[in-house]
């Protein structure tokens, strides 16, 4: 009985219900990219350095030419997340500005894709859980009014964070670890 005990908590420690991207450097970040409404005719700019234990994002938000966001996107291996049932994010910003988390099954910018906000509400470092159950889809027209539905946690994503509050301006985004669980 002992041993089936503890092989049965061995099992349980090697089978992760987790998934983290923990950003900074010699860790994941590498195949992030940014993309801003440039690809559409704005003119907003954004960069993003890996930092020791973190990601930087920043730029400035520009509503000319019908612009108006900035996003930092995984080009790596689609995540599949039929598995999770949350998404974690520890950050801090520069100001109280309305991020969003973006995931979407296809990198042609016509198709629905998935999105949560979470709100930076000051510099300090924050961690904003959002359950995936509650994101929301949206295509180029803004949001459907549909919610993700189980059968799409079947397809493989691509994640991201889009800053696309309609606000000009500056924005600093630092990020420590996106995980899901």
Do not use: C
Not at 171 to 180: G, K, R, S, V
Request: hydrophobic share 35%; no cysteine; charged share 25%.
């Amino acid at each position: 009985m002992k041993i089936l005990i503890i092989l049965s908590l061995f099992m349980a420690s090697i089978t992760s219900n987790t998934y983290k991207i923990d950003f900074g450097q010699t860790k994941d970040g590498e195949e992030w990219v940014i993309v801003n409404d440039g690809v559409m005719g704005g003119k907003s700019e954004s960069e993003a350095q890996i930092m020791d234990n973190s990601i930087f994002f920043k730029g400035n938000i520009s509503l000319k030419n019908n612009g108006g966001f900035a996003s930092l996107r995984n080009q790596g291996p689609e995540l599949n997340i039929s598995s999770f049932t949350h998404v974690k994010i520890r950050f801090k910003a520069n100001t109280k500005r309305q991020f969003s988390f973006r995931m979407s099954s296809s990198d042609r910018f016509y198709q629905p894709f998935f999105k949560h906000n979470f709100g930076a509400t000051g510099t300090d470092w924050q961690t904003s859980v959002m359950p995936i159950s509650d994101f929301k889809e949206y295509n180029l027209n803004g949001e459907t009014g549909r919610k993700i539905i189980s059968k799409s946690l079947e397809d493989n994503f691509r994640i991201g964070i889009i800053l696309y509050d309609k606000q000009e301006g500056q924005f600093e985004l630092e990020i420590d670890f996106i995980e899901f669980y």
